[in-house]
């Protein structure tokens, strides 16, 4: 009695907990306002695609950094000779590696070794040196590539935080991404240009002095361009003074000109440094470069010992500020592209966040409703446990941490279905034991430890597939699945805890009364019938579902699936004007500006549009295309709004389209050797080939319909896996529990009462998960089209699977291994009798 006592005080204290901390997510701020702080920060983070801003996937130019190092470096081992008396030819640099010819071979050795002390305690050792003839060969190292990458991107991460932190963004995410990428997330920015600019820029610095060649010899050289249009400079390769040595930057006015400048300070180094260079160098042009542009380059008239100076280049105001800005943050180590891009306005996220609440209640109530319908007063138990659900889903997400995205809020809408599918199993097996006329107590305790297993198995199955999702998704989609996941762990609790002890207090209340669970006469009726011979038409269900698969397939070449830009790569832009914008007219604007497959589409509401750009090269600036078209269209049409724009680089995705195979193989792959450990192999094999008839098919709805498939269908593709597998894991289960109860039945006559026990349960989890997801599948939108489609699609074409394909496929390969079994059999014991007969001859 005291256990029961504390698992009832601890329940409902973990509910209460759950509710108070999923409070200052529901509720508005207002009613928050007398609470502490921290309490009202305490709430789901909401992701970008709801309340706006920018999500940006930067590339380091891994390339671009070991050439410098290696320029570097070969710099450096020319000084060392020059320094110690040994003549060398200029050094010549190919792709991987670098030649420096000596002009005396006897020195080669002296060289060599001189090498080896620039390297000397080097771990890793960044340079393999070969001696080739009468030249040094050197190579970079695979350990070095690997550690100067890491120390790019953690020294890139280090600056960009720097930087951003400077403009006032309110908790921006930067972390690394590979082993090249970082990802940056901006909430709340509106137009992230001037973010995208300062995170673009290097910020190099760096001081050397303009080529003389009476007084420099054959010293290295490089050429650069100045700031002004149509001016180059000859300057000495290596620089005296580096951005390393600033110690502080900021924005001034010239006294004499009024223009906008740079005023910087060196650090005690760096201005030790510079007064011996201007010192020596007295009358010489002294070059100041930028990112591999000389910014300004004076000619030292007397001894600088302050350590400060000035930069001018007729900068804006705005400008000098940023470039100070840059300066005070450091330079990057290596340069940096955008190769993602995804910016939501903060009214589309608004709009996206009024969907996606609405019809999330709409689909909970509908769903509500259903097991009101189906179950009476016990269905407002599972109500009950379903209301306690959300709010433990909810503080979950909040305790986590977790970004609620859109695809979020429909992994949140499906788990409220699925989480139904749990307290159906167990209302189905109590109904089905209160039909053998035992005791309400009695039918309670096998009901649930009879839906255990089946409820383990199925939401392992689909935990499955969410934990590759999470594992190879990224942004959005990993949203999606960190929703299921969670929501699937806690149905569990819900279901098999919470449920169990309302039910149990419900019995206890009852007394000697029988128990009765029964809704509306249509449903309570539903399920009752004796055996279906359901198996009569499985040579037409799998002919029919054979046939529609090879359709399907027919539909992936012609008319083909229309791939998003997560998948082909390129830029898309979304443009709101007033209703009465011509598109007409806004094409002819954009055909003036002479890109290449620019296409413009209405899309949604009047006055609203797509605009296209199919994938560029690296080398095209997707930046200034997009400001064309921005401005082309501005020029045309009032009040223009961009909402939304995305851009995918072909190399990401190139890698969304490997990481998407990999994950659906996988998950199909590790429920196969799941279900082969816990069932008998022919229910794995017919599971499996069940499901690949599932996916074809869905894959040609969405080449039949035009639904575009993008990372949000193959989350949708992969929670029809789990759900596809769930579905089939309840037959199996009672076709295996019926086959150990009568071994020696037919199998034909086990999988036809196995459907028929099971067809109320299989119904009912369709039709809730169906209603929930239904209200966003009418009213959801582009936005969650990809998903919530397919989803009703796949829900019908999973749910009859599993009656008229899997149980059929099953019947034929579980009694060829009953044959085998038997054949065997016979065959030992004919052995047997043989060599019985033998040992009693005399």
Request: charged fraction near 15%; proline fraction near 4%.
């Amino acid at each position: 009695m005291r256990y029961i006592k504390f698992k009832v005080f601890s329940y409902i204290a973990i509910v209460l907990i759950a509710i108070i901390t999923a409070l200052p997510s529901l509720l508005p701020n207002t009613w928050l306002a007398n609470t502490p702080n921290w309490y009202q920060q305490h709430k789901v983070t909401l992701g970008l695609d709801l309340r706006g801003g920018s999500h940006l996937l930067l590339h380091i130019d891994d390339e671009k950094l070991f050439a410098e190092t290696r320029l570097q470096f070969v710099d450096m081992v020319s000084s060392q000779l020059r320094t110690h008396g040994i003549p060398a030819a200029p050094a010549k640099i190919s792709a991987d590696t670098m030649t420096i010819k000596l002009r005396n071979t006897a020195q080669l050795d002296a060289a060599q070794q001189l090498v080896a002390d620039v390297q000397k305690g080097q771990n890793p050792r960044q340079f393999k040196v070969s001696v080739v003839g009468d030249a040094l060969h050197f190579e970079m190292s695979k350990a070095y590539r690997t550690q100067l990458l890491a120390d790019a991107v953690q020294r890139s991460l280090e600056v960009l935080k720097r930087r951003i932190n400077e403009t006032g963004v309110v908790e921006p995410l930067i972390t690394s991404q590979g082993n090249t990428g970082i990802l940056v997330q901006l909430p709340g920015v509106k137009d992230p240009s001037r973010i995208k600019d300062l995170i673009g820029r290097t910020a190099k610095m760096s001081f050397h002095l303009v080529h003389e060649a009476s007084r420099d010899g054959d010293i290295a050289t490089l050429v650069l361009p100045g700031a002004e249009a149509q001016k180059q400079y000859i300057l000495n390769r290596q620089s005296l003074i580096n951005g390393g040595d600033l110690s502080d930057a900021r924005l001034g006015f010239d006294p004499n000109t009024q223009e906008a400048v740079v005023n910087f300070r060196l650090n005690q180094h760096g201005a030790e440094v510079f007064a011996d260079i201007t010192k020596a160098n007295i009358g010489r042009a002294f070059a100041i470069v930028l990112d591999d542009v000389v910014v300004t380059a004076p000619v030292i008239r007397s001894i600088i010992s302050g350590g400060a100076g000035q930069i001018s280049g007729n900068f804006t105001s705005r400008e000098a500020s940023d470039l100070s800005l840059l300066l005070r943050a450091g330079s990057l180590p290596a340069s940096l592209s955008i190769v993602e891009e995804r910016t939501v306005g903060p009214d589309l996220g608004s709009d996206a966040i009024a969907m996606g609440v609405s019809t999330g209640l709409i689909g909970a109530a509908l769903v509500l409703v259903f097991m009101m319908a189906a179950y009476g007063r016990w269905g407002l138990i599972a109500n009950t446990a379903l209301i306690i659900y959300v709010a433990l889903l909810i503080a979950a997400l909040a305790a986590l941490d977790a970004t609620l995205t859109l695809p979020g809020i429909a992994g949140l809408i499906l788990s409220l279905g699925m989480a139904v599918d749990a307290n159906i199993l167990i209302n189905e097996r109590i109904k089905e034991e209160c039909r053998v006329n035992v005791s309400g107590r009695f039918a309670v305790q096998q009901g649930f430890e009879r839906a255990f297993s089946t409820i383990l198995d199925s939401n392992i199955t689909t935990l499955i597939a969410v934990g590759l999702l999470f594992l190879f998704g990224s942004g959005p989609v990993r949203g999606f699945a960190v929703t299921m996941a969670v929501g699937l762990m806690l149905s569990m609790f819900t279901s098999i805890a919470v449920t169990r002890l309302i039910i149990d207090w419900r019995v206890n209340t009852l007394g000697r009364k029988p128990l009765v669970i029964k809704g509306l006469a249509l449903l309570n009726g539903f399920g009752k019938q004796k055996t279906i011979p359901f198996l009569k038409a499985s040579r037409v269900g799998i002919i029919m579902s054979a046939v529609l698969s090879v359709a399907s397939i027919a539909l992936m070449f012609q008319p083909g699936l229309h791939t998003g830009i997560d998948f082909n790569g390129g830029t898309v832009l979304e443009v709101r004007s007033p209703a009465d914008t011509n598109i007409e007219t806004l094409r002819q604007s954009l055909a003036t500006l002479k890109l290449d497959n620019v296409a413009i589409q209405e899309f949604g509401e009047q006055g609203s549009f797509l605009v296209r750009l199919p994938s560029q090269p690296q080398t095209e600036n997707a930046e200034a295309r997009i400001s064309a078209i921005k401005s082309a269209i501005s020029s045309v049409a009032e009040d223009v709004a961009f909402p939304r724009l995305e851009m995918v680089g072909p190399s990401v995705s190139s890698e969304f389209i490997a990481t998407s195979m990999i994950a659906v193989l996988l998950a199909c792959s590790g429920m196969f050797i799941y279900l082969w450990s816990r069932y008998e192999r022919y229910f794995a094999i017919g599971a499996m080939a069940t499901l690949a008839l599932d996916i074809t098919k869905t894959l040609g709805f969405f080449a039949l319909t035009g639904v575009e498939f993008n990372l949000t269908a193959i989350a949708a593709l992969l929670a029809l896996i789990g759900y596809s597998v769930n579905d089939k894991v309840v037959v199996f289960d009672r076709i295996r529990e019926n086959l150990r109860a009568n071994p020696d039945k037919p199998l034909a006559d086990l999988i036809n009462e196995s459907l028929t026990s099971t067809l109320n349960r299989t119904v009912f989890t369709s039709a809730t998960t169906f209603l929930a997801i239904l209200p966003m599948g009418i009213a959801g939108g582009s936005a969650v089209a990809s998903f919530a489609l397919p989803m009703l699609f796949g829900i019908v074409i999973g749910t009859s699977s599993s009656i008229l394909i899997a149980a059929p496929i099953v019947l034929i390969l579980g009694e060829q291994a009953m044959e085998k079994l038997k054949l065997h059999a016979g065959a030992s014991l004919a052995h047997d009798s043989n060599l019985f007969l033998r040992e009693d001859r005399p």
